[in-house]
């Protein structure tokens, strides 16, 4: 059985901005099968939730990895923490946002009702069936590739800070307490396979921080960096 052409569609989009082609389209669309979709059409076609578990597993084992040579001196203790810290649900889905997961979930009338397409669990759960899929089609080395493409300016960013949360987050929950919210604004230079951005950060009128990256999630992330720099944002 294959994608319905809409999600088909979006599920390119997704794979040109993970980096990875799926040659096996079934499998791919296991990935993003949520079990009230295959509910409600009654064919039994199996969901996510066995990639996912796969998944969890594979993305932790490259995170500790990777903390473990990249970090000599990092405690069992710290590693945890930093570990949990960029596999719990919120970055999960901060990554699957990232990648315009949404439109290419295969869910049920209910589920789609009721705002499943950004819902903070299913989101997590299907980076993690992404993940898995990726794992059982080309191996851990493709996996471990992908994840550090996609991680790893956020782990460096928590094996600074265990426990602390995101700048964006930070600066978020900041400004919330002042009944304000931030407004990102962005732009792009270069050409497609090397741009880089630029982004500004405002409440209420005013500018708090500017920031550049690679990506617009690290360009966002370093202006609400250079805001937290002015502002008490601590955790």
């Known amino acids: 059985m294959t994608f319905r052409s809409a999600a088909a569609e979006a599920a390119a989009v997704v794979e040109v901005t993970l980096g990875y082609k ?26 996510y939730e066995r990639l996912e578990f796969l998944g969890d597993a594979v993305l932790q084992l490259v995170v500790t990895e990777y903390l473990y040579h990249a970090y000599p001196r990092m405690s069992e203790g710290e590693m945890a923490k930093t570990r949990a810290a960029v596999v719990d ?36 759960d299907v980076i993690e069936a992404l993940i898995g899929a990726v794992f059982v089609e080309a191996g851990y ?3 471990r590739e992908l994840v550090r493409r996609h991680w790893i300016d956020l ?6 800070a265990p426990g602390i949360k995101d700048y ?29 951005f630029t982004a500004e950060v405002w409440a209420s009128d005013q ?19 250079d805001a937290a720099d002015s502002t008490s944002t601590d955790a």
């Open 155 to 160: 782990v460096d960013r928590r094996a600074t």
């Open 141 to 143: 080395e493709k996996v």
């Open 168 to 196: 964006k987050t930070r600066l978020q929950e900041h400004l919330a307490r002042e009944g304000q919210r931030p407004h990102y604004v962005l732009r792009d230079t270069g050409p497609e396979h090397a741009k880089e």
């Open 89 to 124: 649900a919120a970055t999960l889905a901060g990554v699957a946002s990232d990648l315009d997961i949404g439109p290419a979930l295969l869910l049920g009338r209910g589920e789609q009702q009721t705002g499943g397409r950004e819902k903070q669990s299913i989101l997590a």
């Open 22 to 47: 799926f040659q096996d389209r079934e499998l791919l669309r296991t990935a993003f099968l949520h079990r009230s979709y295959s509910g409600e059409d009654g064919n039994g076609e199996e969901p």
């Open 207 to 225: 500018l708090l921080g500017t920031g550049r990256g690679t990506s617009k999630k690290r360009a966002e992330q370093d202006a609400a960096r």
